[in-house]
């Protein structure tokens, strides 16, 4: 047995998501997510992983195992240190001054997240100059606030009104799964002195409206000045992102990235405070898809300088050498997303990692012959890791973690296909242990979301081999639209997102199909997000599949644009579907209804903006509403969910509910509803 065979067990494994190295380079804050004692939901822990530090060994023995650092039943996140190591990061828990010294006790009545700080050793606010006890953090206050006192008297004042109104009068309105407003995020800087501050914040971006949301950004060594990510929204709700820099003593704001056809984002400050590193993203037009690539620009200002000239695939993570002279940073790459280095001088491109993994949370060490991070793969969780930058295409080395080791249900393999224009369309299968020509597997077609993605880690929230342990073999393809190809195959389905991306996956299903240890008399179909919006597709252009799961799948283009939180992303790629309709025709599934007879679990969460839920209930409406459309059809709706399914036992019912789908009409049980539903 694994733990793949219990859902239940399942979704109590340690989930390790984040990594921060300590000023000295001999530990790892790991936030690690697990459930609530109750089980209802999931909470965030900050644990310690000894990693020796100077070039030494990492330390054996019991007294090298991970310790959790924090306790409380509210959790913790965000991990950041100051520079003589203690530990900054957000938390709810209760204030001893309140009445709970331990913070063990229940959530205060209207707590809020506070900035807590563990001596030598805990926590976060965004983040932390690394030469001085200066820090910054993001907060939200209530427009024309000035200051954290008036901030709260104005909150109250609506608490006492019962005032849960917002006004906008202008975009965005709402983003993902929560509402935008009436609160702003602003960045505060202050100075820690004394296991405190050693005054109030300083609020650095006053009345910025929306400009702050979802940016990040960085402080410079010697806390003078900041740089953030800084959102601009035109009259037509198109966004634009800047890169701005701040001066922490005078507020004074300066434009340091900005181009009408490229958004800057996600910037870094180099360990000398000379220099920044910014993604910068070519927009979509309707002729083509944008490109990707990261940029250098001197602090003081000037023309940015582009690092990785000639590479064609698109950066996503990026972290500073020591020195100041280099930039890591990882891309997708053939089913992979390996660590580069990219050397200032020249524009050098290195590839660093040369394993199957999937890396993130880059943290050099200080001496800088080290790098650590998270590695993942299609078939390991993520787990913290020691690169060794001296030996050039040495395995990483493993290094103790807090979500120990998982046994696998099955074995992985890849696969490709030639497309009927002749491109290599690839992908990973996941094998169940006992599948063989003997014993063939029936087949599981999973396409992946973005559709800007590749099926190269690890998902808790989209786990194969959770199929796998139930004997199907599931089928990961990256067809056209998919990263880590180049910019062409990126291109590949631009503007088409129905027809190129299908054919694409037929291909690669007709060659996995071929296999001896498949059973091509039993395949299904599923996905979430734009892999729901291609299971929309697949059942109203074939009926090869018996089953298929569709969620959080788009259905009705037009409607959609209309309704959705970001519609400048749409308008960009296929156009005003008021002036012109004609890719909205063409690609929406909705128009493809009449076809369909393979039966269908649609999935849908109320809270889910990106795709929201009327795609789900105008599709169902659709499927049962035609004479004999209901056959087959079933709904599975979570009224507190959003994209996701992110609550313990929910996503335990959702797995549930698929495998007794899928049983039903691969494996001719009869339907067996969840015990919960």
Request: hydrophobic letters at 40%; a negative charge; one cysteine or more.
């Amino acid at each position: 047995m694994t733990p793949f065979e219990d859902l239940r067990s399942y979704v109590t494994i340690p989930r390790v998501t984040g990594l921060r190295l300590s000023p000295d380079g001999t530990w790892l804050a790991a936030t690690v997510q697990q459930p609530d004692p109750d089980g209802k939901k999931y909470s965030t822990s900050i644990w310690r992983i000894l990693v020796g530090g100077d070039g030494g060994p990492p330390p054996s023995g019991p007294s090298s195992q991970p310790i959790r650092l924090t306790q409380s039943a509210q959790g913790e996140d965000g991990p950041a240190f100051l520079p003589d190591g203690s530990l900054l990061f957000v938390s709810r828990r209760p204030d001893p001054a309140a009445g709970s010294a331990d913070g063990q006790g229940g959530e205060q009545d209207g707590a809020k997240p506070a900035l807590w700080l563990l001596p030598a050793a805990g926590g976060d606010a965004r983040r932390t100059a690394r030469g001085t006890p200066g820090l910054m953090f993001s907060s939200p206050l209530l427009p024309g606030a000035a200051g954290l006192d008036d901030e709260a008297q104005r909150r109250q004042r609506r608490k006492d009104a019962g005032v849960s109104a917002i006004l906008h009068e202008a975009a965005p309105v709402r983003y993902w799964d929560h509402d935008l407003g009436p609160d702003q995020p602003r960045l505060l800087a202050a100075v820690a002195a004394d296991g405190g501050l050693a005054g109030p914040p300083r609020d650095l971006t006053p009345q910025p409206g929306r400009a702050l949301d979802e940016q990040s950004a960085d402080l410079s060594p010697d806390g003078t000045r900041a740089v953030t990510g800084w959102a601009v929204w035109d009259d037509e709700a198109d966004l634009r992102a800047e890169v701005a820099v701040i001066d922490t003593v005078t507020g004074e704001r300066r434009t340091l990235l900005a181009d009408l056809g490229r958004d800057f984002t996600d910037p870094h400050i180099s360990p000398d405070g000379a220099k920044v590193v910014a993604a910068a993203r070519t927009h979509d037009s309707y002729e083509k898809a944008g490109d990707a690539t990261l940029v250098v620009v001197p602090i003081t200002g000037g023309d940015p300088a582009d690092l990785l000239p000639g590479l064609d695939r698109r950066p996503s993570e990026a972290a500073w050498a020591p020195d100041s002279q280099a930039v890591y940073f990882t891309a997708d790459d053939h089913g992979r997303c390996p660590v580069f280095r990219a050397d200032l001088a020249g524009s050098a491109v290195t590839r660093i990692t040369t394993d199957d993994g999937a890396y993130s949370n880059l943290c050099p060490s200080p001496e800088g012959r080290f790098l650590y991070a998270l590695r993942a793969a299609v078939d390991s969780p993520p787990g913290p890791v020691r690169i060794d930058l001296t030996l050039p295409g040495s395995p990483p080395q493993a290094l103790p973690s807090p979500g120990g080791q998982i046994e696998l249900p099955g074995r992985l393999t890849e696969v490709e296909a030639a497309a009927d224009d002749g491109a290599v369309i690839r992908g990973w299968l996941a094998l169940p242990a006992p599948a063989s020509e003997q014993q063939p597997a029936p087949l599981l077609l999973w396409v992946h979301g973005g559709p800007r993605m590749s099926w190269n880690s690890w998902s808790w929230r989209w786990n194969p081999w959770l199929m796998v342990a139930r004997g199907y073999a599931v089928l990961l393809p990256d067809p056209g639209l998919s990263t880590g190809y180049g910019h062409d195959f990126v291109g590949r389905g631009h503007g088409e997102w129905g027809a190129r991306p299908y054919s694409d996956l037929m291909a690669i299903t007709d060659a996995t199909a071929a296999r001896p240890d498949i059973d091509q008399t039993r395949m299904a179909a599923m996905g979430g997000s734009y892999g729901g919006y291609m299971a929309n597709w697949i059942a109203g252009h074939t009926d090869r599949f018996q089953a298929i799961v569709s969620h959080a799948g788009l259905w009705a283009l037009d409607q959609m644009f209309g309704t959705t939180d970001l519609p400048s992303y749409w308008r960009r790629l296929f156009g005003d579907p008021l002036t012109s309709p004609e890719r909205y025709v063409a690609n929406s599934p909705h128009h493809h209804l009449g076809a369909i007879t393979t039966p269908m679990l649609v999935i849908h969460g109320d809270k889910d903006y990106r795709v929201p839920v009327g795609e789900a209930l105008r599709l169902w409406a659709e499927l049962t509403t035609r004479p004999g459309g209901a056959a087959g059809m079933k709904f599975l709706y979570f009224p507190d969910e959003n994209h996701w399914i992110l609550n313990p036992g929910n996503a335990a019912v959702w797995y549930e509910a698929v495998l007794a789908f899928l049983a039903t009409h691969l494996l001719g049980e009869p339907w067996h509803r969840p015990d919960l539903l």
